[in-house]
């Protein structure tokens, strides 16, 4: 009760917030919840009017002098108010349900994404560039991403895709489905996801499962020590190629997953096509 008060008090000082959702006009001062959302504000041209940012948002360089007001705990909803923002990017799943409804609640504009392919990105880009003083900005970057989307699907298609375990963490082991923006850049690289048909999209799966769908290589996110400390766990039941790409051009949902994509690319291709036809064609 007493934060609430609070909040409310913040917000008698706040003239210029527009009750419900937030209406498509050049934002003043804009705070992006979650990393990917950071990078995404500033591919939009947004970058100038950002005046807070959650932890580890590191891109471009200038969100690292941005004030912190979200980490995994949560929001800090009291400075959020007090910052004044006119419009807060939020992580649909990834920032609490309840304090985005509070922050709704007292008037501040929130849009939430939950960014699942390029196309959603190249999509969200379109949609802040109604809030951008440069909204060309957006819309080129969105273009840029269709388009490279399709020059690699054309370049790096195979008759039959190679089988790829994607692979994040080892104690336990995950995986992700074919639902997830990382299963997407697997297929523009003329591969396919071992575990697409997963119900959840970051499926927990053992080491026998993966054995049983006999993968031509390993994706990871990480450095070389990732790559060589996966390539140690699984030997010697598995001696496939294990290929670590820059953890957040892939782990992020934004505009640097192209990043990723053109980083793994070459290297699917210059591996020999699988012996046996992959499963799990979605």
């Given at each position: 009760m007493h934060l609430l008060r609070t909040l409310k008090a913040l917000l008698m000082a706040v003239p210029f917030f527009v009750m419900g959702s937030a209406v498509a006009q050049p934002a003043q001062r804009v705070i992006a919840l979650a990393p990917?959302?950071?990078?995404?504000?500033?591919?939009?041209?947004?970058?100038?009017?950002?005046?807070?940012?959650?932890?580890?948002?590191?891109?471009?360089?200038?969100?690292?002098?941005?004030?912190?007001?979200?980490?995994w705990q949560g929001i800090n909803l009291e400075r959020?108010?007090?910052?004044?923002?006119?419009?807060?990017?939020?992580?649909?799943?990834?920032?609490?349900?309840r304090s985005l409804d509070q922050l709704r609640a007292l008037g501040v504009p929130v849009i939430t994404l939950d960014l699942q392919s390029i196309e959603q990105v190249a999509a969200a880009l379109d949609q802040l560039a109604g809030y951008s003083r440069a909204p060309e900005t957006a819309h080129q970057a969105a273009q840029q991403l269709r388009a490279e989307r399709e020059a690699?699907?054309?370049?790096?298609?195979?008759?039959?895709?190679?089988?790829?375990?994607?692979?994040?963490?080892?104690?336990?082991?995950?995986?992700?489905?074919?639902?997830?923006?990382?299963s997407e850049v697997l297929r523009l690289c003329g591969a396919q996801n071992l575990f697409a048909d997963s119900r959840v999209p970051w499926p927990q799966v053992s080491r026998e499962q993966v054995l049983m769908r006999r993968p031509a290589a390993i994706v990871t996110p990480g450095d070389r020590a990732a790559q060589q400390a996966v390539a140690a766990w699984w030997q010697p039941q598995l001696t496939?190629?294990?290929?670590?790409?820059?953890?957040?051009?892939?782990?992020?949902?934004?505009?640097?997953?192209?990043?990723?994509?053109?980083?793994?690319?070459?290297?699917?291709?210059?591996?020999?096509?699988?012996?046996s036809p992959a499963r799990n064609d979605r």
């Open positions: 990917n959302l950071t990078e995404l504000a500033y591919a939009a041209g947004l970058g100038p009017q950002m005046v807070a940012a959650s932890d580890y948002a590191d891109y471009p360089p200038a969100a690292e002098k941005l004030e912190r007001v979200a980490n959020i108010v007090a910052l004044k923002p006119d419009l807060v990017l939020a992580w649909r799943g990834g920032n609490p349900q690699l699907q054309r370049q790096y298609a195979r008759t039959t895709p190679l089988p790829v375990l994607l692979q994040f963490g080892t104690r336990p082991l995950f995986t992700a489905s074919g639902q997830t923006l990382q496939v190629p294990v290929i670590a790409l820059n953890s957040d051009w892939f782990s992020r949902a934004g505009p640097r997953i192209m990043l990723a994509a053109r980083q793994l690319c070459p290297q699917l291709a210059a591996l020999p096509a699988s012996p």
